[in-house]
């Protein structure tokens, strides 16, 4: 068990990280929950950076992920954020999005990285041009433009 709430699992080939709180001291205690707020309205309670981010489920089976950040006023805080991986595949029909061969390209979302994993082991044939790790997703989303700045993590 780690100083700050987490349980620690080793393995001969990774080293994994998993959000399970621990009874004494629980990584979830000033945790914002970020449920009934929309997407685009995160970045007003986020500041501007992070600390670590780790995906699991809830109870429904639900994708979130949990990011331990700051909040606006650069205090540190735990945010529970639901979640829903995609990918991005090619399409022969016209879209909005295309990758950086020129091709067009169409998202799915699923309801959990599980259901995305196994889509994409059963999606013989498809082209996929993106298919991230869910805390990646979200960091991308939430800091894609903010990581040059000289402020930045501060």
Not at 12 to 41: G, H, Q, R
Not at 74 to 98: A, H, L, R
Request: glycine letters at 6%; aromatic letters at 16%; a negative charge.
């Amino acid at each position: 068990m780690l100083d700050n709430g987490l349980a620690l699992s080793a393995s001969y080939s990774s080293l994994v990280l998993y959000c399970i709180p621990c009874m004494s001291s629980s990584i979830f205690s000033n945790a914002i929950y970020l449920d009934d707020i929309p997407k685009t309205e995160w970045r007003n309670y986020i500041g501007n950076g992070y600390r670590s981010a780790c995906y699991m489920t809830n109870a429904q089976k639900e994708g979130q992920v949990v990011l331990f950040g700051f909040d606006l006023a650069g205090n540190p805080k735990t945010f529970v954020c639901p979640w829903q991986s995609y990918i991005k595949y090619n399409v022969m029909y016209k879209t909005d999005e295309v990758d950086i061969y020129g091709h067009y390209v169409a998202t799915k979302y699923f309801k959990s990285k599980y259901e995305r994993d196994t889509y994409v082991k059963e999606a013989n044939g498809m082209k996929i041009v993106e298919c991230l790790k869910p805390e990646q997703e979200l960091l991308h989303f939430l800091f894609d433009n903010e990581v040059l700045k000289m402020d930045f993590n501060k």
